[in-house]
């Protein structure tokens, strides 16, 4: 089934979430204007599966029931569903401009498919069939799923069973015949709030006597024992201010919470990992190979915006032609488009896992997300130089529209003729949107830390490399060793 | 005279100035919340001249009036003076880690100082006396002044005659045996709401026929004519809503606003420059040498705290001692480092105009100010790296407080043991406030845009080396030219 | 056909070159050791095409022919072509560490195929069929290719016609019934001295008037009138020395020649272009775009030795897990595995030509040698941070041997225990040869400059993008123009 | 006394050293073609003292004898000695654009000096007036000295007594009455071979139970026992080629040497350490503050060099005024600058010693120095963008001047017209000896390792910080301790 974006928004109404934002509870959380953006970023992944362009890429034949299904709840069945993923996060990125959330879930559906596989190869259990069961529930209905992976963590120099307080990494309090009990906390879950379920994953390598951290499962979001605490972001009270210009991204944005589980109790036919703690490590890598991969998509698109928006305050400006500014649009494009680059060929070489999906390639999906630490950042940097200073200087939406000094604004915040003030005012409130406020965290946050931070992708990358072959060649080559004779 | 912080704040409440935020005029402007942070910082440039430790380098004995003045307020008689300068802006920075506004009168007082005087060399004129007794009325009372230059501009492309509304850059629209009025905008005015008066001064190179153009004066802040409309800024009502954590900088803040000058009569004694067209670009590079200079001081400075915000959230997360941890800090320390060595430099390296006052070495100011546009950008990638995702995902001091849900914040959020989890926020609050948040245009665009573009500062180092001399010793090793023959 | 090395390099015998070397005309230019090791980088070319583990990257069946032919003389028809024509690639550049050469032909080769197709197609002209016919006996006799299209250019301010010596760029001086007589000079021609045939392209966009100046044809490189003038590389005489230390890289090297054409004639049969003025800059871009992809393969693999070889430095010093030098490792490998990413993208995201072969993506393709054009060079300054100074310090290769001395250099060059002094040494010299010496063009100018220089890739990365696209959803987010709503 | 520059050459010629080149002991040293260019680069700053216009700089009176000195034998008197140091630097990297190797000498004589005057405070040892004793006997006849640090190191992981050979650092192997005797190696020793002394310091901080390796002492550089090998360096064969182009730089270059001390006597007089283990680490950290200081000067001026060697090349070529290559121009520029401006810097911000001479700042020459390993890096870059490929392409000289191809040469080569092909090749050239050739090791190799490789300058950068004061203002700001009102 594809829901349309209003039925998945609708859908959200029925769940009845324990959800804080700012110090209260939040009732009507659809409909609140901090909360509602990001609810939109998602719609856009249920709209585009129905838009004839799109939908190649953004809907998939289910391989477990042969229906249609949204590409975020399919398994990827060859590496061109690899590159279809990359293209289609390309395509969210430039259509809301900020996380559309729901790749968590879609990358965290692919890891669990795959290690519930070989876990049960080797230890004759049943977790892949449930988890099968679990998806095929998640594919008909279309539901939006959020992967929960990142513990608090607490003291990071120190292993879950030496914190002071063993609650820093969610684990199993107490198992039953009919389930298991968790406690813990996941933090910066993205798009938590906006989901249906949340797929629980550990965070790190466990180690013999944490048995109890190994534990992965599916939780509706609306469970008993589950909290949800909304995230301050940038700038995120100006969506109460009730204007539209100032937020800079209106209909979009992104969105972090700190999910509670307070003992909260799952059925044994959602536990898909529980004390298999060799596979701990598995899953945790193939769900960072996945998601590394994502960001080569969603944040080339994301960038796309901000150089159309820089090209466009260029022109406002009357700027566009400088050679130093061609330059560093240029740049900008240049930026983007090698991390696309690096999300493309880790798809393309990406290889099948035993259950028969595909990951994406270990060394370049780090590769790309390394890239991802630095790039955007840079684009920012350049996106601030081609807006100039107004960007953090500029009057309010208030004073725009004030009767008395709003004419001094529309006078003087023109640039070139032909365009009103209004709009070099809103690129201006976009670009600062990305770089500041309100979906910056989109931009530069998540693409540092999402995924893991990047000395977790420089570890990959040391260890990924066939460095033997490489000091094989340099010996030879040297002369250490024998050295290659090419008439041999 | 100097005044006390408590003073000067004091002395502002007796000022009528016409100010707009947010789409209001606002009346107790000294105690509205969103504008008292940036009062505050201010206060502290009157607060340190006290202070033993720093009076030597906060406080001056006045050439004009052999009274001890307040170093903002003072000419540069010596390289020395000069080094004093970017030190005491060090010093601020790091007691606000913030912008504290007063540097743009103190550059631009030094900057019309030498100008006038040549002026009046060349053309008779009495500007210098002029500007010397306007001088020392605001030495004798401590004023604040803010030195308004940045035209708004309108069409980049085109020159002030051109430009399809003739507004676009302030200039002289009726001239009378008692003054001038002047007409146009002077954007992203640092400090100018915090501010007694307002030295105006030219943009760019004026040209031929443009003479109207060529003006600089001084008009007090609350002038007939003048409207202050207060520039929005990143979280800006953070500030409104009662905390102290979630602004992250609760007591500083920065301060732009645009200036409207509409139609302002400003009598003759308080004109400085009035159609000289040759010295507009004069005073313009001199205080762009000036402000260039400054950065090399309090970006520094700024950079100090978020290198001690992010070696404590180190500290708070157990990972101080790690390698890749060490090296960031390291690295941001360098580039700290880099910014005050190109400050000092410039100003060791000054010189001595005609009238007598002190000059930043042109060259040096220009490469300061151009790592200033780079390295902020990279201290504020490497603090978000090191300080971890919760950067964006906190919840809210509300939360924190809230009696529910407040207990799994505190459990939660903590790091190492003996460090709260209160501490450990508020550090996360004060690297979001500088990198994302109310004082990231302090440390991000002023430190891009600020004294002029990045390419501003490209132009002016092509055009201050002396490329012949560089051309000169590559023919003569070349052997294009005679070589230079040691025994010779 | 396919020629083993032995024989690739017998076949250069029979060739007559006028190749002058250091001032003098070479008769046994095979045997030279100057020549020599880049003749051996060519022939590896040769040998991986008999390899069982490489021959399905390295020969193809001809669509020509229908034979086994070397990957090197064959069309890339399909994607999957591009994208081994990479691999090969970066094999290549591991078992050589320098340029093999050889690409240019194979780039010239499928640029000149699709691009004859499509000016018979406009002008009913034959030169396509010609060009299968040179080609087809190209491939039979597994003859090396040389790709010659830069100009030496003169003055870079003026096109061809306004230069005061009109031969700065090859042209036709004139026709006959029987073919052509071409005038002028190709600079930095890779391999041209170790290939049996000159193909000639056009270096720029040729516009009306310059007819004569868009001229492709395939030239024997011993035709008459051609001279060869080998050009001077870093260390180049070291080969001459007798010893196989200090050369760093004994076995291989690559090549850079100026053709002179002085009125060489070429028959109708020969010639691919002639006066079609408008296709002129339509070849110089493919065949800039295959030769831009090419160097995400070529240099991806010189890397890894670059790589091997200063891990292997630091296992001698006995710092191989300091933390520092791990991460530059780690550093080395990922710049070079993002060159490689941008190789693979390019080459998977190709497209077909109207002739039936493939292109790499353009814009793609130049992203690829943008970054290029960038990080070798950071590669080399790791690599020479990890080796130390003794890099441009060491003995030479008969200090080593020398009895009195040997000793002294044999106890003080050591390392950690167990490793001769001896393979540090030649540890050393490699990376030498990779960042200073005899490869160092390879690696270094040629990842500059090959393919074109990076303002030409700046420009197209300009040209290729969508930026309307991009511009367009900015001002859709922004509401400049309606916003999206996601419920439509 | 100051010798000119022909005195300072004839004075070599009465050495009689033990010095191997290519595997042959030299006799004539001093008229050697691979030598004669790095004495002449000592010999300008013989020169450069009697040149009116910069002997202020280059030549002191004597603290010790009144006399007039040369600078590189002069103390650091005041902050001012320490700027000028800098400067000259600077204009002797522009006169030779390479490492005029004096400098080691000069730092060593200032850290030896206050460090002995320390040592016999302690100990109430002679070693400062028996080196007063040897300073004047340098001074007076005005000798070159060569400061000789670096130990061969052997296994890095492992500190002196746990060597397997003891010798990889200097050490004493017998005391007596008259002196000691010293044994091991000095390893990259700039100029040792073109220098009458050596000043022997220690490498690294010493421990107990090594006492024999904490010895400082100045050593003849032709005592018994001494064998200096000379190192290889890119192209150094070139020079033996008769011609004056291909080198790049005739008449200047490098040297770098290994010293072998096989039991070298030194009389007791000539001992300044021996022993005193707590001062090794004193004595090694001031060379190192003085000599990061001094790449501020001679690499600016090298770069100075390059940089004016560019922009000929780009007037060669017609494209000096395209956007591309001013901006990359006026980059090369900024960062000569930045480099320069921190050797400023830390000079004019020097301290005092107990014994009265001056020490650069040690936070900011290392930070000085953290930059030279990068930036020249990039000037290279650059400089190998705008020469364009024939950098590494061009025939040699002999083909220049060859009867039948220099015509073609002549012909091909022009750039713009009214410059001969020549003036382009001869800059080309010198771009190549500053990239790849003779001089490289002085611009690139000694800008990374010289005084230090950059993990040395990080780690001193994070030491010498004040980190407690840094988040001391970060917990005040942030609110984790009790925040500063302004107000108090």
């Given at each position: 089934?594809?829901?349309?974006?209003?039925?998945?928004?609708?859908?959200?109404?029925?769940?009845?979430?324990?959800?804080?934002?700012?110090?209260?509870?939040?009732?009507?959380?659809?409909?609140?204007?901090i909360?509602?953006?990001?609810?939109?970023?998602?719609a856009?992944?249920?709209?585009?599966?129905?838009?004839?362009?799109?939908s190649?890429?953004?809907?998939?034949?289910?391989?477990l029931?042969?229906?249609?299904?949204?590409?975020?709840?399919?398994?990827?069945?060859?590496?061109?569903?690899l590159v279809?993923?990359?293209?289609?996060?390309?395509?969210?990125?430039?259509?809301?401009?900020?996380?559309?959330?729901?790749?968590?879930?879609?990358?965290?559906?692919?890891?669990?498919?795959?290690t519930?596989?070989?876990?049960?190869?080797?230890?004759?259990?049943?977790?892949?069939?449930?988890?099968?069961?679990?998806?095929?529930?998640?594919?008909?209905?279309?539901?939006c799923?959020a992967?929960?992976m990142?513990?608090?963590?607490?003291?990071?120099?120190?292993?879950?069973?030496?914190?002071?307080?063993?609650?820093?990494?969610?684990?199993?309090?107490?198992r039953?015949?009919?389930?298991?009990?968790?406690?813990?906390?996941?933090?910066?879950?993205?798009?938590?709030a906006?989901?249906?379920?949340?797929?629980?994953?550990?965070?790190?390598?466990?180690?013999?006597?944490?048995?109890?951290?190994?534990?992965?499962?599916?939780?509706?979001?609306?469970?008993?024992?589950?909290?949800?605490?909304?995230?301050?972001?940038?700038?995120d009270t100006?969506?109460?201010?009730?204007?539209?210009?100032?937020?800079?991204?209106?209909?979009?944005g992104?969105?972090?919470?700190?999910?509670i589980?307070?003992?909260?109790?799952?059925?044994?036919?959602?536990?898909?990992?529980?004390?298999?703690?060799?596979?701990?490590?598995?899953?945790?890598?193939?769900?960072?190979?996945?998601?590394?991969?994502?960001?080569?998509?969603c944040?080339?698109?994301?960038?796309d915006?901000?150089?159309?928006?820089?090209?466009?305050?260029a022109?406002?400006?009357?700027?566009?032609?400088a050679?130093?500014?061609?330059?560093?649009?240029?740049?900008?494009?240049?930026?983007?488009?090698?991390?696309?680059?690096?999300?493309?060929?880790?798809?393309?070489?990406?290889?099948?896992?035993?259950?028969?999906?595909?990951q994406?390639?270990?060394?370049?999906?780090?590769?790309?997300?390394?890239?991802?630490?630095?790039?955007p950042?840079?684009?920012?940097?350049?996106?601030?130089d081609?807006?100039?200073?107004?960007?953090?200087?500029?009057?309010?939406?208030?004073?725009?529209?004030?009767p008395?000094?709003g004419?001094?604004?529309?006078?003087?915040?023109?640039?070139?003729?032909?365009?009103?003030?209004?709009?070099?005012?809103?690129?201006?409130?976009?670009?600062?949107?990305?770089?500041?406020?309100?979906t910056a965290?989109?931009?530069?946050?998540?693409?540092?830390?999402?995924?893991?931070s990047p000395q977790?992708?420089?570890?990959?990358?040391?260890?990924?490399?066939?460095?033997?072959?490489?000091?094989?060649?340099?010996?030879?080559?040297?002369?250490?060793?024998?050295?290659?004779n090419?008439?041999?």
């Amino acid at each position: 089934m594809l829901m349309t974006a209003r039925e998945y928004i609708n859908s959200l109404r029925k769940l009845e979430l324990n959800l804080y934002l700012l110090g209260d509870k939040v009732e009507n959380w659809v409909d609140h204007p901090i909360i509602r953006p990001s609810i939109n970023a998602i719609a856009m992944t249920y709209k585009v599966a129905h838009e004839p362009e799109n939908s190649a890429l953004a809907s998939v034949d289910s391989s477990l029931s042969g229906e249609k299904v949204n590409k975020f709840n399919a398994l990827f069945l060859s590496t061109d569903d690899l590159v279809k993923k990359v293209k289609l996060q390309r395509i969210l990125g430039q259509r809301t401009a900020c996380c559309f959330q729901r790749c968590v879930g879609m990358d965290g559906i692919n890891a669990v498919f795959s290690t519930t596989y070989e876990i049960d190869q080797k230890y004759g259990t049943e977790y892949h069939q449930r988890f099968k069961k679990w998806l095929s529930y998640v594919q008909q209905n279309d539901l939006c799923v959020a992967g929960a992976m990142t513990d608090v963590k607490g003291n990071r120099g120190v292993p879950p069973m030496q914190q002071a307080d063993r609650d820093m990494f969610v684990h199993v309090v107490e198992r039953s015949s009919d389930g298991i009990i968790i406690r813990g906390a996941k933090a910066h879950q993205t798009g938590a709030a906006n989901s249906h379920e949340l797929l629980i994953m550990p965070t790190l390598r466990i180690r013999e006597g944490e048995e109890d951290y190994a534990v992965s499962c599916a939780v509706p979001s609306d469970a008993k024992g589950v909290t949800l605490i909304y995230g301050r972001q940038s700038c995120d009270t100006r969506k109460l201010e009730g204007g539209d210009i100032d937020v800079g991204n209106y209909n979009f944005g992104g969105q972090e919470v700190l999910i509670i589980l307070d003992d909260v109790f799952v059925p044994w036919d959602r536990v898909f990992v529980c004390g298999e703690i060799d596979y701990s490590i598995v899953l945790v890598e193939r769900f960072a190979a996945y998601h590394r991969q994502s960001y080569g998509g969603c944040k080339a698109g994301i960038g796309d915006v901000l150089i159309g928006a820089s090209a466009s305050m260029a022109d406002y400006n009357g700027v566009r032609k400088a050679a130093h500014i061609r330059d560093k649009i240029g740049e900008m494009i240049h930026l983007a488009e090698t991390i696309h680059s690096c999300g493309l060929a880790c798809s393309y070489e990406g290889w099948r896992t035993m259950a028969g999906n595909y990951q994406s390639n270990t060394l370049l999906a780090n590769v790309c997300k390394l890239n991802v630490t630095r790039f955007p950042y840079e684009l920012c940097r350049l996106a601030e130089d081609i807006a100039g200073g107004l960007l953090v200087t500029t009057p309010s939406e208030r004073d725009f529209r004030h009767p008395v000094i709003g004419k001094y604004i529309e006078k003087y915040l023109k640039g070139v003729p032909g365009v009103p003030a209004e709009a070099r005012y809103r690129m201006l409130t976009l670009i600062h949107a990305m770089t500041f406020g309100l979906t910056a965290p989109s931009y530069r946050t998540e693409s540092m830390h999402g995924a893991g931070s990047p000395q977790a992708q420089k570890i990959m990358i040391e260890r990924e490399t066939d460095m033997e072959y490489k000091q094989k060649v340099a010996r030879s080559i040297s002369g250490v060793d024998d050295r290659e004779n090419v008439l041999d």
